[in-house]
């Protein structure tokens, strides 16, 4: 069974500086692998999408990797903003999952100004 | 506005009180499915549902019912809620498969059972 998991579990870091949260996964025989964003009070938001055979995503300040033979996943946000504080989860579709995501724990990321 | 609109947002009820968290989407996604958040456990999918009339189960339905009569609604239904059902509740959809493409979630219902 699919297990993903995100360390550290929190994170703070000073505004500016350039940041990568992790996500692990251990079965390497997935669809594919989002990044999403929760605030407080409110639903996630998609991110990015990395294909299985995509090495990685970019929009804006962020740009999520894959390595799916190592099982690992990173999201990187460059020079980093107050407003990025929030939660940020993983979650891994496998190839024969069907509809099932599976989500890690999440890393809750504060920027302090 | 495309939206996925979850209803109540917070709700404190009983044990065996029977509830209903309504879900609804205005994008004409074919998959609608919930999810349960608990400090810890992350998020875990409790059922899906492909299309009008097709539904199965995720991770963790125990407890659990679903229906898709329509093609926009995706009702969660507790037919005797008990306290280990305390927890954040998202609904969320998307076309084709769930995860094949970006999911679109609600804002969240917050269940307390006392």
């Known amino acids: 069974k699919q297990e993903v998991t995100q360390i550290p579990a929190a994170l703070s870091v000073p505004e500016g500086e350039n940041l990568v949260l992790n996500c692990s996964f251990t079965d390497s025989a997935i669809y594919n692998l989002q990044w999403f964003r929760q605030d407080p009070g409110k639903g996630l938001t998609s991110l990015l999408l990395i294909q299985s055979s995509q090495r990685e995503q970019t929009s804006g300040r962020l740009n999520a990797s894959l390595d799916k033979s190592s099982g690992r996943s990173t999201l990187y946000i460059a020079a980093s903003q107050p407003g990025d504080s929030a939660t940020y989860l993983c ?13 890690g724990g999440g890393t809750r990321l504060m920027v302090k100004p | 506005e495309a939206q996925v609109t979850q209803n109540p947002r917070y709700l404190i009820t009983v044990t ?5 968290v309504t879900c609804s989407q205005n994008m004409n996604h074919e998959y609608m499915s919930w999810y349960r958040q608990d400090p810890g456990l992350g998020l875990r999918q409790i059922y899906y549902s492909m299309n009008v009339e097709v539904t199965d189960k995720g991770d963790v339905p125990e ?6 009569k329509e093609k926009r609604n995706f009702p969660l239904i507790l037919e005797s809620p008990s306290p280990n059902q305390t ?7 998307s076309f084709g ?4 493409n970006v999911l679109t979630f609600g804002a969240g219902s917050r269940l307390t059972v006392l």
């Open chain 1, 91 to 103: 979650a891994v579709k496998g190839d024969n999952a069907g509809n099932m995501l599976t989500f």
């Open chain 2, 16 to 20: 065996g009180k029977k509830l209903t």
């Open chain 2, 63 to 68: 407890g659990y019912k679903v229906s898709r």
């Open chain 2, 87 to 93: 927890s954040l509740y998202f609904c969320a959809s």
């Open chain 2, 97 to 100: 498969t769930i995860g094949a």
